[in-house]
């Protein structure tokens, strides 16, 4: 059994690697995003499947964000998911 300082540590690191997921899923529904972007000019079937794998990314910062503790890094990641979140509606607009 943990030691009360083992747990924090543990939940501490468990925070971080969950805070660092949802930061690289945001980063990488904009970087999807993007693409469906050029592909829209180019090939509908690519933008389709960018633009598909970008809401996946949301849908999946979505899910997990509440399970981030802290209220400020939080209310980061919620920020830049509404950002995606109206970016991706204004694309299909």
């Given at each position: ?40 000019k ?6 389709q ?45």
């Amino acid at each position: 059994m943990p030691t009360p300082d083992e747990f924090a540590s543990l939940n501490a690191r468990s925070q971080k690697a969950l805070i660092d997921f949802l930061e690289v899923e945001l980063a990488l529904g904009d970087t999807f995003l993007d693409t469906a972007r050029i592909e829209s000019k180019f090939d509908e079937d690519h933008c389709q499947r960018a633009f598909e794998k970008a809401q996946e990314a949301l849908d999946s910062v979505r899910y997990f964000q509440g399970r981030v503790s802290d209220r400020t890094q939080w209310a980061a990641i919620q920020t830049r998911a509404d950002r995606l979140e109206a970016a991706l509606k204004a694309f299909r607009g």
